[in-house]
């Protein structure tokens, strides 16, 4: 929901990686920021409509973006999906940190007017695809922050670690920062930031969208 600078650069990027995009705007002459080659669908109408989300494939969806520009109409939106229509990866953007802080504790992750806000939406939509936030000069070595499966909740730092092959560097709950003792358990809505060999990277990212208890 938004066809701004961040949702038309967030469907385009969808859309360029294969998916199956369509973006909700109230104002159609917003959908000229998405380039000629779009080939998802526009959809003109209020975000939070459930006729318009519906019309726009919300009961087949995988994840929802609410990046309007209002954070009245963005939490509601991310409600009403979350809620009435059962979407498990729901992201929104909110500009007020006070309120973001509030969300966060809904179970609804929120993503403020940062430079990398595309990024960190994605972050939230596909958690197979973790976002390398650093580099190591050499290329060897990367951060990654990923939100793992929901499986992941009440297992151990040392476990997890010694799943994924990574080295954990610090945990954001509830938007804030955590450095937690390994014996310390993830919680359900933990966004983890890893460090690990560039190599590893899609390795980790399987990992940590499985079960554990799957894990062999």
């Known amino acids: 929901m938004g066809c701004g600078r961040v949702g038309s650069s967030l469907a385009t990027q969808l859309d360029n990686r294969g998916h199956s995009v ?24 209020i975000g939070f409509d459930r006729d318009v989300l519906e019309q726009a494939g919300i009961e087949d969806a995988y994840a929802f973006a609410a990046v309007a520009d209002g954070d009245n109409s963005n939490i509601l939106a991310a409600r009403i999906v979350r809620e009435t229509f059962g ?40 958690p197979l695809e973790p976002e390398v936030i650093f580099m190591e000069e050499t290329g060897e070595l990367v951060m990654l922050r990923a939100l793992p499966d929901s499986s992941w909740a ?16 610090f945990i954001n709950r509830l938007a804030s920062p955590l450095l937690p003792e390994a014996s310390s358990a993830i919680q359900d809505g933990d ?9 590893q990277r899609e390795e980790v990212a399987r990992t940590l969208a499985h079960n554990p208890k799957e894990l062999g």
């Open 87 to 126: 979407v498990r990866n729901v992201v929104a953007r909110i500009y007020d940190p006070a309120r973001a802080e509030v969300y966060e504790r809904l179970g609804i992750p929120t993503v403020g007017t940062v430079k990398r806000t595309t990024q960190a939406v994605l972050v939230h939509m596909l």
């Open 22 to 45: 369509s973006v909700i705007d109230v104002n159609p002459e917003s959908f000229r920021r998405l380039p000629a080659s779009f080939s998802g669908q526009q959809v003109m109408g």
């Open 154 to 169: 009440g297992v151990s730092i040392s476990s997890l670690e010694e799943n994924t092959g990574a080295r954990l560097v």
């Open 191 to 199: 966004e983890v930031v890893l460090m690990c060999r560039a190599d």
